[in-house]
């Protein structure tokens, strides 16, 4: 075992049946330290070994390979064997040392950033999530990598597939709040501004112990993207936001904040001129872009303000009340607010006259039927699903000897009763 071939012997002949392989793993375990002293011979070797036959022994080779800083030269070299490796792989043998294929995948998102291809790791990633996860509820430390890489190549709607699961199980806090910020700027860029905000309000109200610059950065999103969906923000956090968000989240967001009081007012010449002093804070925050979106939905609102008031307006009189330039502006913004659903209209061409409708969705047909039945199972399915999980806890020891602690601080005679579960 002292030479690089009688690895490669080893990793050849025990990567057969669950007994070999378990073998093999502890021979790697003592050959490792070897392996990564000669780092630099090993790219060779990877040619005589098949990753989806050999996973076991194909990771620790490629862990040892990866483990010194790269060049670019380098890095374009070892960029196809990983990918390679990433998509034929076993899932049962590399979940025996998932800490070398985690290491290995983050190495690989950084040499496709090294080498401006972001593009090339977004597939691969992909793959390595599934392969990684035990059940599609759990967040792995690989999920962040693979939404990261999805921005950085503008694959949003790749970047989507991973959010529309429920998680459930997390392996390092750090993972979530990266996943939900990251996803919540990928929705952005789909325009999925609701899930969206789901996503960065889970970031801004998760456990923290100290304020951390990812859920400020998402505070800051969170109130921009809150103006574009809802017209409007609160300050006001849920009152299970650690202290440490309540406290701290708005003293860095003043900028923000005052935007979102700006917007309040409905006055398109002020949010534009606080817009404008404040450009290079929003620009060095890389928001410019969204707040420009922020400006552009007070048009809607205003015009969605004007559906409450009148039944018919003419394009002029829409120009004039919401500051528009003309009365073609102002028929661009209707036009596409009837194409997004916001509001429900018809345009007279020949007098240039806007007629205000009702909301024509009756909630009688079959889709409609199909899509409310749909979301009652799903809720019903997390509702079973949050009663197990609670049901767990209470027996978890960790949480007993935390409740013990507590019991002594409060008396919980004190407090009306509660039912502990609900039956749907």
Same mark, same amino acid.
């Given at each position: ?5 009688? #690895? ?10 669950? *007994? ?36 076991? *022994? ?6 040892? &390979? ?13 960029? =196809? ?36 291809? =972001? ?9 390595? #999530? ?13 999920? =962040? ?181 003309? =009365? ?66 209470? &027996? ?29």
């Amino acid at each position: 075992m002292n030479s690089l071939e009688g #690895v490669v012997v080893q990793i050849q002949g025990l990567s057969s049946s669950a *007994g070999d392989i378990s073998r093999l793993h502890v021979i790697l375990k003592q050959a490792e330290e070897s392996l990564r002293s000669e780092s630099t011979r090993l790219s060779p070797i990877l040619n005589q070994l098949d990753p989806s036959n050999h996973s076991l *022994g194909y990771l620790y080779i490629l862990e040892a &390979c990866t483990s010194a800083s790269v060049s670019k030269e380098q890095a374009a070299m070892l960029v =196809p064997y990983i990918a390679r490796f990433i998509s034929y792989c076993a899932p049962e043998q590399i979940r025996l040392a998932p800490e070398k294929f985690i290491a290995v995948c983050k190495r690989f998102k950084d040499q496709v950033m090294l080498l401006g291809t =972001p593009m090339r790791g977004v597939a691969p990633l992909q793959a390595a #999530v599934r392969k990684l996860q035990n059940s599609s509820e759990h967040l792995t430390t690989l999920h =962040p990598e693979f939404l990261l890489l999805c921005l950085l190549a503008k694959c949003y709607k790749t970047g989507l597939s991973i959010l529309e699961e429920d998680i459930f199980e997390v392996d390092q806090p750090r993972d979530l709040f990266l996943y939900c910020y990251y996803g919540g700027m990928i929705c952005i860029g789909q325009k999925r501004f609701r899930k969206a905000l789901e996503l960065l309000h889970n970031v801004v109200t998760a456990p923290m112990s100290s304020i951390n610059a990812i859920a400020v950065e998402a505070y800051k999103k969170y109130i921009l993207v809150s103006l574009i969906h809802n017209g409007q923000f609160s300050t006001s956090l849920p009152k299970y936001t650690s202290s440490a968000a309540q406290r701290n989240l708005k003293n860095y967001s003043q900028s923000y904040i005052e935007l979102a009081n700006s917007y309040s007012t409905g006055k398109i010449a002020e949010l534009e001129q606080y817009v404008r002093t404040n450009e290079e804070k929003f620009e060095s925050d890389n928001n410019l872009g969204l707040v420009k979106q922020v400006v552009s939905s007070m048009y809607k609102r205003n015009i969605q303000r004007l559906t409450q008031t009148y039944l018919t307006l003419s394009l002029q009189d829409i120009a004039n009340t919401v500051q528009l330039n003309s =009365p073609k502006e102002a028929e661009m913004h209707v036009l596409q607010m009837i194409q997004d659903g916001e509001i429900f209209a018809t345009i007279n061409q020949k007098d240039g006259m806007v007629r205000f409708l009702e909301d024509p969705e009756q909630y009688k047909s079959c889709e409609m039927i199909e899509r409310i039945d749909s979301s009652i199972q799903r809720i019903m399915s997390l509702s079973r699903k949050l009663t197990t999980m609670e049901e767990q806890m209470s &027996c978890d020891p960790q949480y007993l000897a935390k409740a013990g602690r507590e019991r002594q601080r409060f008396d919980f005679d004190d407090f009306d009763t509660v039912p502990q579960k609900f039956n749907i």
